[in-house]
């Protein structure tokens, strides 16, 4: 069992900035990747970005390569996602995912946290 919990949503103009943050908890033992998702009203569920838990190395979307970026600190169970320069239709409910197996089906997710860019 894996309980994650999002934070740092908001409001935010155009252009400018917010940092996510995933807190982990439970069986974080042999954590094999964490993802960001995200949904806007009417649409279905995205990925946004993902990054492999003992390497480090990530993948993004490429809506938002070059603006976005997936880190995490392994101490402390905790993925971030820093967003720069956001733009509107990055307005959504994020929800952070994390996955103990290397098929990258994810299967504990957090509650969401609303992100909301005005123009």
Known sequence: QVQLVESG???VQAGGS????CAASG????????GWFRQAPGKEREFVARIRWSLG???YTDSVK??????????KNTVYLQMNSLKPEDTAVYYCAATRTQSLVYDYW???TQ????S
């Open 110 to 112: 957090g509650q969401g």
């Open 18 to 21: 917010l940092r996510l943050s």
């Open 57 to 59: 190395t990530t993948y």
């Open 115 to 118: 992100v909301t860019v005005s």
């Open 27 to 34: 069986r974080t033992d042999s954590m094999y990747d964490m």
């Open 66 to 75: 070059g603006r976005f970026t997936i880190s995490r600190d392994n101490a």
């Open 9 to 11: 949503g908001g409001l």
